[in-house]
């Protein structure tokens, strides 16, 4: 008897064993299949779990299980499929998953969070060029600084106003361009999941 509870066990059975398997009758095939691909989640394999997820789904389509165990298998092998990806760093794969599920059940509020986590991580090109322009004006003030700490104070302090207002300014110019980046990436981002939400429900209504 297999110990399902450790997933380690599970996977290095499954692969050890793959062709014995896949003969089986569906029933007992499927069922490793499903505690297999979990056991990849769970140990963190998540670019064998992502191909094998797909498997999970095909398999489950060819053979009409929409629940297993009480479960949408469906929905969460897609949704694990989409959190393998996030965490390999292929956003836009996760997104693309993650915007089906939510056409299927836009009232969902875990696909709906785990969509916005994905396209936070996603950087714009203009989010990273203000990043940028933010960083040269931090490092520029801290020039600024060192320039007044240790030649203008000593030897012209008549210029140490001056130093004072335009280091002000610098680091409250990168302030800002660091807020006014992010915040519009974040205006962008809930605007489009507000939509696509919408637009899932209103698609849903019309086929009812």
């Known amino acids: 008897m297999i110990d399902r509870s450790s997933y380690q066990t599970m996977v290095r059975f499954f692969e050890e064993n793959a062709d014995e398997i896949k003969v089986l009758d569906f029933e007992e095939y499927f069922d490793i299949l499903v505690a297999y691909v979990q056991a990849l989640f769970d ?13 999970v789904i095909e398999a489950s389509i060819m053979n009409n299980v929409h629940v297993y165990k009480g479960i949408n298998l469906y929905e969460k092998t897609l949704f694990q499929k989409a959190a393998s990806l996030y965490n390999l760093q292929r956003y836009d794969e996760s997104i693309h998953i993650l915007s089906e599920l939510l056409k299927i059940n836009p009232g969902d509020p875990n696909h709906r969070a785990f969509w916005i986590k994905n396209q936070l991580r996603k950087k714009p090109a203009y989010l990273q060029i203000l990043q940028g322009i933010s960083i040269v004006l931090f490092f520029t003030t801290i020039l600024i600084i060192s320039i ?19 280091r002000n300014f610098m680091f409250m110019t990168g302030i800002t361009l660091l807020i006014l980046a992010d915040g519009s990436h974040r205006i962008s981002i809930y605007y489009q999941i507000t939509k696509l939400i919408n637009k899932s429900k209103e698609k849903l209504k019309r086929s009812n």
């Open 43 to 55: 140990v963190g394999a998540y670019t064998k779990h992502s191909a094998m997820a797909d498997v």
């Open 148 to 166: 007044s700490a240790f030649y203008i104070e000593p030897f012209k302090p008549e210029y140490q106003e001056q130093s004072m207002y335009l």
